[in-house]
Nanobody, 114 residues
Framework: QVHVVESGGGLVQAGGSLRLSCAAS??????MGWYRQAPGNQRELVAS?????????AGSVKGRFTISRDNAEAENTVYLQMNSLKPEDTGVYYC????????WGQGTQVTVSS
């Protein structure tokens, strides 16, 4: 059975930092990453990382966010270090893990106050 569990959201002032974590277990995962959704907006890709470590970032977060990954045998963990946060980074952040299908976490709220 596959489990995808996120942690690390919260409230932070503009310019601050947060670190999100996502632990996925129960399968072998290829690409893992993060999407976010702000109220009234579509879900958008924030960053992704392949099993081999290749990364991809949305233009709006390049240079501020860093995605990394730990491929332990029993559990793959992906991290999103978010620095220099802006109010427009506010939203629900969803982790996904790609196996034969995509698995999603429950989402974690990130709120950046101005």
């Amino acid at each position: 059975q596959v489990h995808v569990v996120e942690s690390g959201g919260g409230l932070v002032q503009a310019g601050g930092s947060l670190r999100l974590s996502c632990a996925a277990s129960g399968s072998i995962f290829n690409t893992m990453g993060w999407y976010r959704q702000a109220p009234g907006n579509q879900r958008e890709l924030v960053a992704s990382i392949t099993r081999g470590g290749s990364t991809n970032y949305a233009g709006s977060v390049k240079g501020r966010f860093t995605i990394s990954r730990d491929n332990a045998e029993a559990e793959n963990t992906v991290y999103l270090q978010m620095n220099s946060l802006k109010p427009e980074d506010t939203g629900v952040y969803y982790c996904y893990a790609d196996s034969t299908i995509d698995y999603w976490g429950q989402g974690t709220q990130v709120t950046v106050s101005s």
